[in-house]
């Protein structure tokens, strides 16, 4: 009669045991595993790849086992799980000339991340550390002591860390800003200064376009200026907007490089009306990681923003593209696609470039690559440099020598056109100039003319990639 009753016991504790034997043989060390994953993920992406300034030789090896963890991840990189990429490339484009051009490649052969020609690559860029350091002098804080940061899930982690990586330093304040920067001024002319800037009056518009708009000052100029305005630096952090990604058109193509990604970008540099120098955020930083001689390369987290700025579907179809300056970069990707065809035997359509920048022996990027497309018959190309005469030229004194071929490529023969750079000035002239074509060569009224174009837009046939 004993062995039934114990039997039955047996059975009745069976899933009980099985479950209890389960979550401490697989699912406990599981949960270990992946706990220990996402905190030197978080360690290592959260300053510099480590939380803590003494962690220098760790955060090398907290990077390896991200990367190693990320290759058999199956959640895609996006802008909340961007991936660490290595610099495998850093170098200067320009030839001379006081200003600098980086072309920088990531590589992405361990993200399981595609592209294609025309995309963006999101670059999370971290914080100049000397304005860091001044921040903290300027509120009398230590930097090493925690702060909670309730736009990151009440994520506790130090100032440094917060200053470096989740807040914009470098942002104009705003009326906003400056308005709430005000109740901690001990000064009351310091007060009153910046409540008048905060305000809608003619008086106040015209002070906040002098002292922030004209002068371009961060929030480290604002306390170094106006020294009586003290607020604490938890109250700073939670009044800055947060460091967003910078955005940069790829200029490479999948066919020739799937596993890296290439970025042309302008080092932002400029003195500005105060007398102080005013630097990109992501550029700058960029700038000073460049792999080093047996050094492990430098990392930056990025992920991929996919765009409408795309080649035809038939190599076949003609395109013209215009592009100054690192608006070049989308069309290097397109080149390289089509390079790519014709190599391969396919036939490919007239593909017309406009180029422009300042000095052919300075800034003439890629000038090699482009010269070899011309060569090889794959290119007609078309150069603007603006300051190596007495009179200016620009990419649109000579795409309006050529309004005929903008009507055929665009009227007669189904083709593509592409604008990539300056929005506010070269964007708007080379639409004037299309539109003249359309009505001088294509014979069209001016309504009919802006009815044509605005249908090439919505039919991708007309693409703009610009900025201001």
């Not at 080092?267 to 102080?276: A, F, H, I, L």
């Not at 990539?420 to 001088?440: F, Y």
Request: hydrophobic residues 30%; glycine residues 6%.
């Amino acid at each position: 009669m004993d062995a039934p009753r114990n039997m039955g016991t047996i059975i009745r504790t069976l899933p009980h045991y099985l479950s209890n034997l389960i979550n401490r043989r697989i699912e406990a060390p599981l949960r270990k595993l992946e706990n220990k994953v996402f905190y030197f993920n978080k360690r290592s992406y959260d300053d510099n790849y480590c939380h803590n300034d003494e962690h220098s030789n760790s955060c090398i090896d907290a990077c390896q086992i991200c990367v190693t963890w990320d290759k058999n991840c199956t959640r895609p990189f996006d802008a909340n799980n961007p991936f660490l990429a290595q610099i495998i490339t850093n170098k200067e484009l320009h030839k001379g000339g006081n200003r600098s051009c980086l072309h920088v490649e990531f590589d992405i052969s361990d993200s399981k991340m595609e592209y294609e020609a025309g995309d963006y690559v999101a670059v999370y860029p971290k914080n100049n550390s000397r304005l860091v350091e001044r921040l903290g002098e300027l509120t009398n804080t230590d930097l090493s002591k925690g702060i909670t940061l309730a736009n990151k899930g009440n994520q506790i982690t130090s100032y440094r860390t917060a200053l470096s990586h989740y807040i914009e330093i470098t942002a104009l304040p705003s009326t906003d800003v400056i308005r709430k920067l005000a109740e901690y001024c001990s000064n009351e002319s310091d007060k009153n200064k910046m409540l008048l800037m905060a305000t809608n009056s003619k008086e106040g518009k015209t002070l906040y376009k002098s002292f922030v708009e004209e002068a371009s000052p961060n929030i480290v100029h604002i306390l170094e200026d106006i020294k009586s305005c003290r607020p604490p630096l938890n109250h700073i952090c939670s009044l800055l907007p947060h460091l967003q990604p910078r955005y940069y058109s790829i200029s490479s193509s999948p066919k020739l490089f799937p596993e890296s990604v290439h970025v042309t970008a302008v080092v932002v540099k400029y003195k500005t009306k105060s007398g102080r120098v005013k630097q990109g955020v992501a550029t700058t930083w960029l700038a000073g990681n460049k792999p080093q001689k047996g050094e492990p390369l430098p990392r930056v987290p990025i992920y991929i923003r996919k765009s409408e700025f795309r080649l035809p579907q038939s190599m076949q179809t003609p395109i013209i593209m215009v592009g100054t300056g690192t608006g070049l970069a989308p069309f290097r990707g397109f080149l390289q696609e089509r390079a790519h065809a014709q190599r391969n035997g396919n036939e490919v359509g007239d593909t017309i470039l406009y180029f422009g920048c300042r000095h052919r022996h300075q800034d003439f990027i890629y000038q090699e690559e482009l010269e070899e497309y011309e060569k090889s018959g794959l290119l007609k190309l078309n150069l603007a440099f603006s300051r190596d005469q007495a009179d200016k030229v620009y990419v649109t004194h000579l795409l309006e020598q050529n309004l005929e071929q903008i009507w055929n490529v665009l009227g007669n023969r189904n083709g593509h056109f592409y604008v990539c750079g300056d929005a506010n000035n070269m964007a708007v002239n080379v639409r004037d100039i299309v539109l003249k074509s359309i009505r001088e060569i294509g014979g069209k009224s001016h309504q009919d003319a802006v009815k044509l174009l605005n249908n090439l837009k919505s039919t991708k046939k007309y693409c703009s990639d610009t900025w201001s």
